[in-house]
């Protein structure tokens, strides 16, 4: 049996995009030839000028669209009720819509003259397909964004670009206590520290009423669109900020999370201390995807390395290993949905496709396998 691998087709780079961060990765819902790439810098000292580009499988030397953001790009998703519009957020808050079918470099909607814009960075935003009769809107579709200021916002595309928040995110340590009763406290200061950084969240895929939030202190809370008062529960076993969060497209009841403290954890959402543990390298996780379609396999990227995991094989090993180029960080990656690709984001400004060769490949039983394992790891610790 041939080992499985990774190997490199091309990449989508020009000079334009080149040495620009790559931060973010969508396909669009309808057009599965199309991909949104987000260029911008995570770090306040390196800011500079973003771009949001469409590139087309059919030609890689150059964009279909580009779009010069006055922020980085920090994150960006295509709508599925109108393909043609694509969400982009960037480091200074800003949310703004562009129609990607328009030749022009503006965006039709932004947030810049909303009194409640973000004024700091949005970490991640995604449109959210929701029930037509529980909300009332049209097209059954809202756009949700997650803020360094603490906030998870959705925005209404009405006249412009109104928002409400669905939750803020408040800390969870035991910070208050610490205060001598001679100290005095600025309001100011007293507000700012009780606001826990988003950076990422992920909506139920059976149920979009139920999301989970990923913060800047480690910690992931299970909330609901009908409260926005408290958290349904909290998992907390990361030792740093949570990057990403992926509910599985197979397990309803089962997530991945990954972080800065080098360590992706697989939950069940009934279970607040994570069944396994998967830490293969001394680097912050930056970004994890499931398979679209096997149920045991998921990818993940640190700074300096792409791992492929197959739980049906190994649980303490990734299956495949590719190491980055010296000098470059990896930043994102995304899986093909009609193909056996993965798309690799680097801090160079390009998008390596690789092909996936001799992973297992889906059917039913995996579904059962990826609950057994569950189970009898479940039952070991016991």
């Known amino acids: 049996v041939t080992s499985p ?65 006055e922020s ?67 097209n059954g579709e809202i756009l949700v964004s997650i803020c360094a200021d603490g906030r998870i916002t959705r925005w209404h595309i009405r006249k412009g670009l109104d928002c409400s928040d669905l939750m803020r995110l408040k800390r969870t340590g035991s910070d208050r206590s610490k205060k001598s009763a001679g100290e005095k406290e600025m309001k100011g200061e007293a ?34 669109c009908s409260y926005n008062e408290q958290f349904l529960d909290t998992y907390k076993a990361h030792k740093g900020p949570v990057y990403k969060l992926a509910w599985s497209p197979f397990c309803p009841d089962v997530f991945l999370s990954c972080s800065a403290d080098w360590s992706i954890h697989l939950w069940r959402q009934d279970i607040l201390k994570p069944i396994l543990t998967f830490s293969a390298t001394t680097n912050a996780v930056h970004d994890i995807m499931w398979s679209p379609t096997s149920p045991l396999v998921f990818g993940a990227v640190t700074e300096n390395r792409v791992e492929i995991w197959d739980l049906g094989v190994s649980i303490l090993d990734p299956i495949i290993v590719s190491s980055a180029k010296p000098g470059v960080r990896l930043t994102t990656l995304l899986f093909a949905k009609n193909t056996n690709c993965v798309l690799i984001g680097d801090s160079d400004g390009q998008v390596s496709v ?21 189970g009898a790891t479940l039952a070991s610790q016991l």
């Open 5 to 69: 691998s990774l190997d490199r087709l091309w990449s989508f780079v020009c000079d334009i995009t080149k040495g620009h961060n790559v931060s973010s990765t969508s396909w669009n819902k309808k057009n599965l030839d199309l991909l949104a790439v987000g260029y911008g810098h995570f770090g306040f000292k390196e800011q500079k000028a973003g771009l949001a580009c469409c590139w087309s499988l059919k030609n890689t030397a150059w964009p279909e669209r580009i779009f010069h953001c």
């Open 72 to 138: 980085g790009v920090t994150a960006l998703d295509f709508s599925a009720a109108s393909p043609n519009l694509l969400a982009v957020g960037m480091y200074d808050g800003t949310v703004a819509i562009y129609n990607v079918q328009n030749k022009d470099d503006v965006p039709v909607l932004d947030s810049s003259d909303n009194p409640n814009k973000h004024t700091c960075p949005v970490w991640q935003l995604k449109w959210i397909e929701q029930d037509h009769n529980r909300l009332g809107e049209d």
């Open 191 to 224: 507000f700012i520290s009780r606001q826990a950084p988003g950076m990422c969240f992920d909506f139920l895929p059976a149920d979009c009423n139920i999301y989970l939030a990923g913060t800047e202190e480690g910690h992931i809370h299970k909330c609901s």
């Open 354 to 374: 690789y092909t996936l060769r001799n992973v297992s490949s889906s059917d039913a039983s995996q579904v059962n396998a990826l609950y057994d394992l569950i």
